[in-house]
């Protein structure tokens, strides 16, 4: 079965970086691609990126553009989501997602929280 | 940036009850739009696609439609299980976008 697994919780100061991995089974790695969305307590979901599982291109959102990259191991079937220069907001779950053939998102890891404090 | 918006933003309803929630684009979308399902501490849950295709394994009882700027999720029977918080999202365009949410409470 399709399954996403997350990299645990994760503790940061303000300026640092972090980085959260995505490993999947369960299906053609090559032949999907992963998002990445944030979810602020208590708030809603936005959309950080979208990798290709095929070749690695990665599209990123306005609001982290900049301070974030996305990258794939296919050896592992692994994603990668690192956020740079850190700040209080950007505390908040993280999750991977995998887009499907319909381009709706039809499996989630189970989210990794990110705490930016002093 | 396609602009989703829902209402209403939260609702209690009874078990057995019918309960619709709509969702509204700030531009067509041309039905490329999913549902999800949130329960607390969890990560989303697919419940529909293209609008109103129901993603595998998710009960009838959920039901979606609409067209352009306007959908709606309408779940026939609310079961206790279905207490949670639903998102829309379009993916239509790029950067898909979600809607705030509509929390499903117990009355």
């Known amino acids: 079965q399709v399954q996403l697994v997350q990299s645990g919780a994760e503790v940061k100061k303000p300026g640092a970086s972090v980085k959260v991995s995505c490993k999947a089974s369960g299906y053609m790695f090559t032949s999907y691609g992963i998002s990445w969305v944030r979810q602020a307590p208590g708030q809603g979901l936005e959309w950080m990126g979208l990798i290709s599982g095929y070749n690695g291109n990665a599209n990123y959102g306005q609001k982290v553009q900049g301070r974030v990259s996305m990258t794939i191991d296919t050896s592992t079937s692994t994603a990668y989501m690192e956020l740079r220069s850190l700040r209080a907001d950007d505390t908040a779950v993280y999750y991977c997602?995998?887009?499907?053939?319909?381009?709706?998102?039809?499996?989630w890891g189970q989210g990794t929280l990110v705490t930016v404090s002093s | 940036d396609i602009q989703m918006t829902q209402s209403p933003s939260s609702l209690s309803a009874s078990v057995g009850d019918r309960v619709t929630i709509t969702c509204r684009a700030s531009?067509?979308?041309?039905?490329?739009l999913a549902w999800y399902q949130q329960k607390p501490g969890k990560a989303p849950k697919l419940l529909l696609f293209?609008?109103?295709r129901l993603e595998s394994g998710v009960p009838s009882r959920f039901s979606g439609g609409g067209s352009a700027t306007e959908y709606t999720l309408t779940i026939s029977s609310l079961q206790p299980e279905d207490y949670a918080t639903y998102f829309c999202h379009q993916y239509y365009s790029t950067p898909p976008t979600f809607g705030p949410g509509t929390k499903v409470d117990i009355k």
């Open positions: 997602a995998r887009r499907g053939v319909t381009r709706s998102y039809d499996y």
């Open positions: 531009q067509g979308i041309s039905n490329s």
């Open positions: 293209a609008a109103s």
